[in-house]
Protein backbone atom coordinates (compact mmCIF):
# COMPACT_ATOMS: atom_id res chain seq x y z
CA UNK A 1 0.00 0.00 0.00
CA UNK A 2 2.91 2.63 0.56
CA UNK A 3 4.58 2.02 -2.17
CA UNK A 4 1.45 2.29 -4.58
CA UNK A 5 0.95 5.50 -2.43
CA UNK A 6 4.60 6.82 -3.63
CA UNK A 7 3.78 6.23 -7.14
CA UNK A 8 0.70 7.76 -7.27
CA UNK A 9 2.18 11.23 -5.31
CA UNK A 10 5.34 10.97 -8.05
CA UNK A 11 2.93 10.70 -10.95
CA UNK A 12 1.14 13.76 -9.33
CA UNK A 13 3.84 16.29 -8.49
CA UNK A 14 6.10 15.23 -12.39
CA UNK A 15 2.18 16.08 -13.39
CA UNK A 16 2.12 19.56 -11.54
CA UNK A 17 5.43 20.46 -12.53
CA UNK A 18 5.08 19.56 -15.68
CA UNK A 19 1.95 22.07 -16.23
CA UNK A 20 3.33 25.20 -14.63
CA UNK A 21 4.41 28.38 -16.57
CA UNK A 22 8.36 28.26 -17.26
CA UNK A 23 9.25 31.78 -16.82
CA UNK A 24 13.48 32.44 -17.60
CA UNK A 25 14.91 35.12 -15.58
CA UNK A 26 15.98 37.95 -17.80
CA UNK A 27 19.76 37.92 -17.73
CA UNK A 28 21.41 40.38 -15.46
CA UNK A 29 23.89 43.12 -17.26
CA UNK A 30 26.58 43.93 -16.62
CA UNK A 31 25.98 47.02 -14.32
CA UNK A 32 23.23 44.96 -12.23
CA UNK A 33 25.84 42.23 -11.14
CA UNK A 34 27.30 42.34 -8.39
CA UNK A 35 30.50 43.81 -8.10
CA UNK A 36 33.07 44.27 -5.03
CA UNK A 37 33.43 47.41 -2.91
CA UNK A 38 36.65 46.93 -2.43
CA UNK A 39 39.53 45.59 -4.01
CA UNK A 40 42.91 44.69 -2.93
CA UNK A 41 46.00 43.62 -4.74
CA UNK A 42 48.61 42.31 -3.52
CA UNK A 43 51.91 42.69 -5.32
CA UNK A 44 55.08 40.52 -4.30
CA UNK A 45 58.06 42.03 -6.39
CA UNK A 46 59.94 39.56 -8.46
CA UNK A 47 58.23 36.56 -6.50
CA UNK A 48 57.95 34.02 -9.36
CA UNK A 49 57.26 29.90 -8.99
CA UNK A 50 61.08 29.57 -7.58
CA UNK A 51 60.71 31.80 -4.80
CA UNK A 52 57.58 30.43 -4.05
CA UNK A 53 58.39 27.08 -3.96
CA UNK A 54 61.48 28.16 -1.98
CA UNK A 55 59.92 29.64 0.58
CA UNK A 56 57.21 26.54 0.91
CA UNK A 57 59.80 23.95 1.05
CA UNK A 58 61.34 26.07 3.52
CA UNK A 59 58.64 27.16 6.06
CA UNK A 60 56.32 23.88 5.27
CA UNK A 61 57.95 20.85 4.16
CA UNK A 62 57.79 19.50 0.54
CA UNK A 63 53.55 18.50 1.78
CA UNK A 64 52.97 21.87 2.92
CA UNK A 65 51.40 24.76 0.88
CA UNK A 66 51.86 28.61 0.73
CA UNK A 67 48.79 30.27 1.80
CA UNK A 68 48.44 31.69 -1.09
CA UNK A 69 48.68 28.35 -3.22
CA UNK A 70 44.86 27.67 -1.76
CA UNK A 71 42.72 30.53 -2.98
CA UNK A 72 40.22 29.37 -5.45
CA UNK A 73 41.34 30.46 -9.06
CA UNK A 74 45.26 30.90 -10.58
CA UNK A 75 46.48 32.19 -13.64
CA UNK A 76 50.02 32.55 -15.16
CA UNK A 77 51.30 35.48 -16.89
CA UNK A 78 53.90 37.00 -19.30
CA UNK A 79 55.47 40.36 -18.26
CA UNK A 80 57.60 41.58 -21.14
CA UNK A 81 57.91 45.05 -21.36
CA UNK A 82 57.12 47.19 -24.78
CA UNK A 83 61.21 47.24 -25.86
CA UNK A 84 62.66 44.13 -24.07
CA UNK A 85 61.45 40.50 -23.41
CA UNK A 86 62.60 41.21 -19.96
CA UNK A 87 60.77 43.53 -17.57
CA UNK A 88 62.03 45.97 -14.96
CA UNK A 89 59.95 47.03 -12.51
CA UNK A 90 58.73 50.18 -13.63
CA UNK A 91 57.47 48.73 -16.89
CA UNK A 92 55.85 46.27 -15.24
CA UNK A 93 54.24 48.14 -12.38
CA UNK A 94 52.95 50.41 -15.26
CA UNK A 95 51.64 47.41 -16.89
CA UNK A 96 49.78 46.44 -13.49
CA UNK A 97 48.81 49.77 -12.81
CA UNK A 98 47.66 51.28 -16.67
CA UNK A 99 47.05 48.08 -18.60
CA UNK A 100 49.38 49.42 -21.14
CA UNK A 101 52.97 48.07 -21.86
CA UNK A 102 55.80 50.78 -21.34
CA UNK A 103 59.37 51.09 -21.63
CA UNK A 104 61.93 49.74 -19.33
CA UNK A 105 62.45 52.95 -16.90
CA UNK A 106 59.10 54.26 -17.52
CA UNK A 107 56.53 54.91 -14.58
CA UNK A 108 52.93 55.69 -15.64
CA UNK A 109 53.29 56.56 -18.86
CA UNK A 110 53.45 54.88 -22.51
CA UNK A 111 56.28 54.83 -24.72
CA UNK A 112 55.55 57.84 -26.68
CA UNK A 113 55.03 59.86 -23.33
CA UNK A 114 51.35 59.98 -22.87
CA UNK A 115 50.31 59.69 -18.99
CA UNK A 116 47.09 57.66 -18.32
CA UNK A 117 45.41 57.11 -15.40
CA UNK A 118 46.40 54.08 -13.24
CA UNK A 119 43.68 51.64 -11.91
CA UNK A 120 44.55 53.58 -8.62
CA UNK A 121 43.42 56.84 -10.53
CA UNK A 122 40.06 55.21 -11.84
CA UNK A 123 38.98 53.83 -7.70
CA UNK A 124 39.68 57.14 -6.72
CA UNK A 125 37.61 59.57 -9.73
CA UNK A 126 34.95 56.78 -8.30
CA UNK A 127 34.94 58.21 -5.44
CA UNK A 128 36.28 55.05 -3.28
CA UNK A 129 39.68 55.39 -1.00
CA UNK A 130 43.12 54.62 -2.18
CA UNK A 131 46.20 53.65 -0.48
CA UNK A 132 49.44 52.24 -1.23
CA UNK A 133 51.74 50.10 1.03
CA UNK A 134 55.31 48.60 0.59
CA UNK A 135 58.30 47.45 2.29
CA UNK A 136 60.39 49.41 0.16
CA UNK A 137 60.62 52.99 -0.90
CA UNK A 138 57.00 54.63 -1.45
CA UNK A 139 58.46 55.96 -4.33
CA UNK A 140 60.02 53.39 -5.61
CA UNK A 141 59.20 51.53 -9.42
CA UNK A 142 55.50 49.45 -8.03
CA UNK A 143 54.14 52.00 -5.76
CA UNK A 144 54.90 55.07 -8.09
CA UNK A 145 53.34 53.49 -11.23
CA UNK A 146 50.29 53.63 -9.62
CA UNK A 147 50.60 57.12 -8.14
CA UNK A 148 52.62 58.94 -10.73
CA UNK A 149 54.19 59.59 -14.21
CA UNK A 150 57.81 60.16 -14.86
CA UNK A 151 60.31 59.42 -17.76
CA UNK A 152 62.77 58.18 -15.67
CA UNK A 153 61.50 55.89 -12.24
CA UNK A 154 65.49 56.41 -11.14
CA UNK A 155 66.30 60.23 -11.37
CA UNK A 156 62.65 61.39 -10.18
CA UNK A 157 62.07 60.50 -6.69
CA UNK A 158 60.98 63.60 -5.43
CA UNK A 159 58.97 64.31 -8.23
CA UNK A 160 56.57 61.48 -7.67
CA UNK A 161 56.89 61.37 -3.95
CA UNK A 162 55.24 65.55 -4.86
CA UNK A 163 52.46 63.54 -7.64
CA UNK A 164 51.28 61.17 -4.51
CA UNK A 165 50.82 64.45 -2.77
CA UNK A 166 48.65 66.05 -5.52
CA UNK A 167 46.97 62.82 -6.58
CA UNK A 168 45.93 62.63 -3.13
CA UNK A 169 46.38 59.19 -2.35
CA UNK A 170 44.79 58.87 1.03
CA UNK A 171 47.57 56.38 2.94
CA UNK A 172 51.02 56.21 1.73
CA UNK A 173 53.22 53.75 4.27
CA UNK A 174 56.91 52.82 3.77
CA UNK A 175 59.91 53.98 3.11
CA UNK A 176 61.62 56.98 1.21
CA UNK A 177 61.87 59.33 3.57
CA UNK A 178 65.22 60.76 2.22
CA UNK A 179 63.07 61.96 -0.71
CA UNK A 180 60.68 64.11 1.58
CA UNK A 181 63.06 66.19 3.26
CA UNK A 182 64.12 68.50 0.69
CA UNK A 183 63.38 71.93 1.68
CA UNK A 184 61.98 74.57 -0.81
CA UNK A 185 62.82 78.34 -0.95
CA UNK A 186 60.18 78.75 1.68
CA UNK A 187 61.63 76.38 3.80
CA UNK A 188 58.89 73.65 3.71
CA UNK A 189 59.88 70.13 2.77
CA UNK A 190 57.60 67.27 1.40
CA UNK A 191 56.92 66.09 5.32
CA UNK A 192 55.36 69.97 5.82
CA UNK A 193 53.79 69.57 2.71
CA UNK A 194 51.59 66.62 3.70
CA UNK A 195 50.83 67.81 7.27
CA UNK A 196 49.66 70.89 5.96
CA UNK A 197 47.24 69.19 3.61
CA UNK A 198 45.87 67.08 6.33
CA UNK A 199 48.00 64.30 6.76
CA UNK A 200 49.38 62.12 9.93
CA UNK A 201 52.44 62.16 9.06
CA UNK A 202 54.70 58.69 11.45
CA UNK A 203 57.55 57.49 11.36
CA UNK A 204 57.78 54.15 13.66
CA UNK A 205 55.07 51.20 14.47
CA UNK A 206 54.21 52.64 18.27
CA UNK A 207 53.02 55.78 16.81
CA UNK A 208 51.37 53.74 13.50
CA UNK A 209 49.49 51.97 15.91
CA UNK A 210 48.46 54.95 17.67
CA UNK A 211 46.92 56.72 15.16
CA UNK A 212 43.28 56.61 13.58
CA UNK A 213 43.99 59.08 11.09
CA UNK A 214 42.00 59.23 8.01
CA UNK A 215 45.23 60.24 5.66
CA UNK A 216 48.77 58.53 6.59
CA UNK A 217 51.73 59.32 5.29
CA UNK A 218 54.00 56.98 7.20
CA UNK A 219 57.59 56.87 6.10
CA UNK A 220 59.63 54.38 8.49
CA UNK A 221 63.38 54.11 7.25
CA UNK A 222 65.41 56.70 4.57
CA UNK A 223 64.99 54.00 1.90
CA UNK A 224 63.64 50.67 1.74
CA UNK A 225 62.41 48.82 5.28
CA UNK A 226 64.74 46.71 6.38
CA UNK A 227 65.17 42.52 5.28
CA UNK A 228 63.06 40.33 7.48
CA UNK A 229 66.05 38.35 8.68
CA UNK A 230 67.77 41.63 9.98
CA UNK A 231 64.79 43.15 12.48
CA UNK A 232 66.07 41.54 15.41
CA UNK A 233 69.69 42.07 14.81
CA UNK A 234 68.66 45.83 14.37
CA UNK A 235 66.11 46.02 16.50
CA UNK A 236 64.08 47.92 14.23
CA UNK A 237 61.25 50.01 15.43
CA UNK A 238 59.69 49.88 11.40
CA UNK A 239 56.14 48.25 11.29
CA UNK A 240 55.73 45.04 10.10
CA UNK A 241 54.11 44.70 6.23
CA UNK A 242 51.22 43.25 8.03
CA UNK A 243 50.46 45.79 10.81
CA UNK A 244 50.89 48.50 7.91
CA UNK A 245 47.90 46.44 6.32
CA UNK A 246 45.75 45.72 9.25
CA UNK A 247 45.70 49.27 9.58
CA UNK A 248 44.80 50.54 6.06
CA UNK A 249 42.35 48.02 5.91
CA UNK A 250 40.97 48.93 9.77
CA UNK A 251 41.06 53.10 8.31
CA UNK A 252 39.68 52.66 4.94
CA UNK A 253 37.03 50.21 5.68
CA UNK A 254 35.29 53.27 7.56
CA UNK A 255 34.26 54.75 4.32
CA UNK A 256 30.87 53.15 2.77
CA UNK A 257 31.94 53.90 -0.92
CA UNK A 258 34.59 51.17 -0.71
CA UNK A 259 38.32 51.24 -1.41
CA UNK A 260 41.40 49.97 -3.66
CA UNK A 261 44.44 48.96 -2.13
CA UNK A 262 48.19 48.61 -3.25
CA UNK A 263 50.11 46.50 -1.00
CA UNK A 264 53.64 45.23 -1.92
CA UNK A 265 56.17 42.96 -0.31
CA UNK A 266 58.77 44.75 -2.04
CA UNK A 267 62.18 43.13 -0.73
CA UNK A 268 61.43 39.83 -2.06
CA UNK A 269 63.20 41.23 -5.46
CA UNK A 270 65.95 42.92 -3.50
CA UNK A 271 66.80 39.21 -1.79
CA UNK A 272 66.59 37.82 -5.20
CA UNK A 273 68.81 40.38 -6.49
CA UNK A 274 71.31 39.88 -3.69
CA UNK A 275 71.13 35.35 -4.78
CA UNK A 276 69.97 35.33 -0.94
CA UNK A 277 67.47 32.03 -0.79
CA UNK A 278 67.03 32.20 3.34
CA UNK A 279 66.00 35.94 2.87
CA UNK A 280 63.88 34.92 -0.23
CA UNK A 281 61.98 32.48 2.09
CA UNK A 282 61.46 35.32 4.92
CA UNK A 283 60.41 37.96 2.63
CA UNK A 284 57.98 35.64 1.06
CA UNK A 285 56.35 34.11 3.86
CA UNK A 286 55.78 37.48 5.18
CA UNK A 287 54.18 38.33 2.20
CA UNK A 288 51.94 35.01 2.14
CA UNK A 289 51.33 36.12 5.60
CA UNK A 290 49.62 39.69 4.30
CA UNK A 291 47.80 37.40 1.75
CA UNK A 292 46.34 35.46 4.39
CA UNK A 293 45.43 38.18 6.67
CA UNK A 294 43.64 40.09 3.61
CA UNK A 295 41.69 36.84 2.63
CA UNK A 296 40.37 36.30 5.92
CA UNK A 297 39.40 39.63 5.96
CA UNK A 298 37.88 39.84 2.57
CA UNK A 299 36.17 36.71 3.65
CA UNK A 300 34.52 38.26 6.51
CA UNK A 301 33.41 41.25 4.37
CA UNK A 302 31.68 38.97 1.85
CA UNK A 303 32.10 42.76 -0.45
CA UNK A 304 36.03 42.34 -1.57
CA UNK A 305 38.49 40.92 -4.51
CA UNK A 306 41.52 39.95 -3.26
CA UNK A 307 44.12 39.68 -6.61
CA UNK A 308 47.23 38.80 -5.72
CA UNK A 309 50.11 39.47 -8.15
CA UNK A 310 53.97 39.63 -9.00
CA UNK A 311 55.22 42.55 -11.32
CA UNK A 312 58.29 39.72 -12.70
CA UNK A 313 60.53 37.12 -11.75
CA UNK A 314 64.18 38.02 -10.45
CA UNK A 315 67.22 35.52 -10.52
CA UNK A 316 65.89 32.63 -12.34
CA UNK A 317 65.34 31.26 -8.69
CA UNK A 318 64.81 27.37 -8.60
CA UNK A 319 64.67 24.48 -5.81
CA UNK A 320 67.98 22.43 -6.91
CA UNK A 321 67.66 18.57 -5.73
CA UNK A 322 70.73 19.60 -4.15
CA UNK A 323 69.89 22.32 -1.95
CA UNK A 324 70.88 22.34 1.71
CA UNK A 325 67.90 23.33 2.97
CA UNK A 326 69.12 22.82 6.95
CA UNK A 327 72.20 25.08 6.32
CA UNK A 328 70.11 28.29 4.91
CA UNK A 329 67.89 27.90 7.63
CA UNK A 330 70.37 28.63 9.83
CA UNK A 331 71.37 31.90 8.55
CA UNK A 332 70.64 34.59 10.43
CA UNK A 333 71.64 37.64 8.82
CA UNK A 334 71.44 39.08 5.18
CA UNK A 335 74.23 40.17 2.27
CA UNK A 336 73.60 43.53 2.97
CA UNK A 337 73.70 43.46 6.85
CA UNK A 338 77.14 40.99 6.14
CA UNK A 339 78.91 43.50 4.15
CA UNK A 340 78.56 46.73 6.37
CA UNK A 341 80.21 43.99 9.32
CA UNK A 342 82.77 43.78 7.08
CA UNK A 343 86.71 45.84 7.39
CA UNK A 344 88.20 47.53 4.54
CA UNK A 345 92.07 47.47 4.10
CA UNK A 346 93.81 50.34 5.22
CA UNK A 347 95.87 50.45 1.34
CA UNK A 348 92.98 49.49 -0.53
CA UNK A 349 89.25 49.34 -1.44
CA UNK A 350 89.57 45.40 -0.59
CA UNK A 351 88.56 43.86 2.66
CA UNK A 352 91.02 42.13 4.79
CA UNK A 353 90.69 38.27 4.93
CA UNK A 354 90.01 38.24 8.96
CA UNK A 355 86.79 39.85 8.49
CA UNK A 356 85.32 38.30 5.42
CA UNK A 357 86.26 34.43 6.75
CA UNK A 358 84.77 35.75 10.29
CA UNK A 359 81.72 37.21 8.72
CA UNK A 360 81.15 34.26 6.39
CA UNK A 361 81.74 31.70 10.16
CA UNK A 362 79.12 34.15 11.72
CA UNK A 363 76.15 34.95 9.52
CA UNK A 364 76.32 31.87 7.48
CA UNK A 365 77.69 29.38 9.22
CA UNK A 366 80.71 28.80 6.86
CA UNK A 367 84.60 28.19 6.66
CA UNK A 368 84.90 30.17 3.38
CA UNK A 369 87.69 28.14 1.19
CA UNK A 370 90.36 30.01 -0.42
CA UNK A 371 88.91 29.27 -3.29
CA UNK A 372 86.04 31.68 -2.56
CA UNK A 373 87.60 34.13 -0.75
CA UNK A 374 89.64 34.78 -3.94
CA UNK A 375 86.60 35.13 -5.98
CA UNK A 376 84.74 37.54 -3.97
CA UNK A 377 88.57 39.52 -3.67
CA UNK A 378 89.11 39.56 -7.31
CA UNK A 379 85.84 40.36 -8.61
CA UNK A 380 85.62 43.05 -10.46
CA UNK A 381 83.34 46.22 -10.42
CA UNK A 382 80.56 46.23 -12.68
CA UNK A 383 80.30 48.77 -15.56
CA UNK A 384 78.85 51.98 -15.24
CA UNK A 385 75.35 52.01 -16.39
CA UNK A 386 75.47 48.95 -14.01
CA UNK A 387 71.98 49.17 -11.79
CA UNK A 388 72.36 49.25 -8.23
CA UNK A 389 76.51 49.64 -8.11
CA UNK A 390 75.76 50.59 -4.05
CA UNK A 391 74.68 46.47 -4.00
CA UNK A 392 77.68 44.90 -5.42
CA UNK A 393 79.10 42.95 -1.99
CA UNK A 394 75.82 42.46 -0.80
CA UNK A 395 75.38 40.16 -4.32
CA UNK A 396 78.47 39.01 -4.11
CA UNK A 397 78.69 37.49 -0.50
CA UNK A 398 74.68 36.42 -1.35
CA UNK A 399 75.83 34.61 -4.67
CA UNK A 400 79.28 32.48 -3.16
CA UNK A 401 76.73 31.34 -0.34
CA UNK A 402 73.77 30.41 -2.85
CA UNK A 403 76.82 28.27 -4.65
CA UNK A 404 78.06 27.15 -2.06
CA UNK A 405 74.72 25.62 -0.39
CA UNK A 406 73.76 24.40 -4.21
CA UNK A 407 70.97 26.88 -4.42
CA UNK A 408 69.34 27.39 -8.20
CA UNK A 409 69.85 31.12 -9.09
CA UNK A 410 71.86 32.82 -12.55
CA UNK A 411 75.48 33.24 -11.62
CA UNK A 412 77.28 37.09 -11.23
CA UNK A 413 78.29 36.64 -14.48
CA UNK A 414 75.28 36.81 -16.36
CA UNK A 415 73.78 38.89 -14.10
CA UNK A 416 76.13 41.59 -14.91
CA UNK A 417 75.17 41.36 -18.04
CA UNK A 418 71.53 42.61 -17.22
CA UNK A 419 69.97 45.56 -17.50
CA UNK A 420 67.81 44.80 -14.86
CA UNK A 421 69.66 43.77 -12.52
CA UNK A 422 68.86 39.56 -13.29
CA UNK A 423 65.25 39.95 -13.83
CA UNK A 424 64.02 37.16 -16.28
CA UNK A 425 61.17 35.96 -18.28
CA UNK A 426 59.91 33.25 -16.45
CA UNK A 427 56.20 33.49 -15.84
CA UNK A 428 54.33 34.67 -13.13
CA UNK A 429 51.44 33.45 -11.11
CA UNK A 430 48.26 35.23 -10.07
CA UNK A 431 45.93 34.46 -7.69
CA UNK A 432 42.36 35.87 -7.04
CA UNK A 433 39.84 35.39 -4.23
CA UNK A 434 36.54 37.03 -3.52
CA UNK A 435 33.99 38.94 -5.64
CA UNK A 436 35.08 38.83 -9.22
CA UNK A 437 37.69 36.18 -8.56
CA UNK A 438 36.76 33.78 -11.59
CA UNK A 439 37.57 36.35 -14.14
CA UNK A 440 41.45 35.31 -13.38
CA UNK A 441 42.42 31.24 -15.36
CA UNK A 442 44.28 30.66 -18.02
CA UNK A 443 47.37 32.55 -19.57
CA UNK A 444 47.42 36.15 -19.40
CA UNK A 445 49.08 39.14 -20.36
CA UNK A 446 50.29 41.06 -17.19
CA UNK A 447 48.16 44.43 -18.76
CA UNK A 448 45.00 41.86 -18.51
CA UNK A 449 45.31 41.94 -14.35
CA UNK A 450 44.05 45.92 -14.00
CA UNK A 451 42.03 45.66 -16.95
CA UNK A 452 39.88 42.89 -15.32
CA UNK A 453 39.80 44.54 -12.03
CA UNK A 454 38.26 47.35 -14.32
CA UNK A 455 35.74 45.34 -16.01
CA UNK A 456 34.81 43.49 -12.60
CA UNK A 457 34.20 46.91 -11.05
CA UNK A 458 32.11 48.24 -14.03
CA UNK A 459 34.61 51.06 -14.62
CA UNK A 460 36.19 52.60 -18.24
CA UNK A 461 39.52 51.82 -18.77
CA UNK A 462 42.48 51.67 -21.19
CA UNK A 463 42.45 49.91 -23.68
Known sequence: MKKLLFVFLSISLGFFLSVQPVVDKPALSKEQKDKP?????????????????????????????????????TAIVHTSSSNNRVTDSAAGGTALAIGQKTNNGM???????????SILDIFKKEGKRTAIITTNSVTDATPASFTASVNNRWADQEEIAKQQLSNKVDIIMGGGKKYFTRKDKRGIDLIDAYKNSGYRYISTADQLEKTNSNKILGLFGDAHLNFQLDRELLKTTEPTLQEMTKKTLDILSKDEKGFFAMIEGGRIDHASHASDITGIWKETIAFDEVVKYCVEWANKQQDTLVVVAADHETMGVSATEAMDINALKNITASPHYMAQQLTK????????????????????????????????????????EQVYRDQQIDWQIGSIIANHY??????????????????????????????????????????????KIASIMGYPFAN
Open 37 to 73: KNVILLIGDGMGIGQMEIARLLEHGVKGKLFMETLPY
Open 107 to 117: IGITPNGKNED
Open 345 to 384: KKTSNHYTEKSIRKVFKDYAAMDITNEELAKFQTNKLPKK
Open 406 to 451: HGGILQPEVQQLSTTGGHTSNMIVVFAFGMGAEEFHGVLDNTDIPK
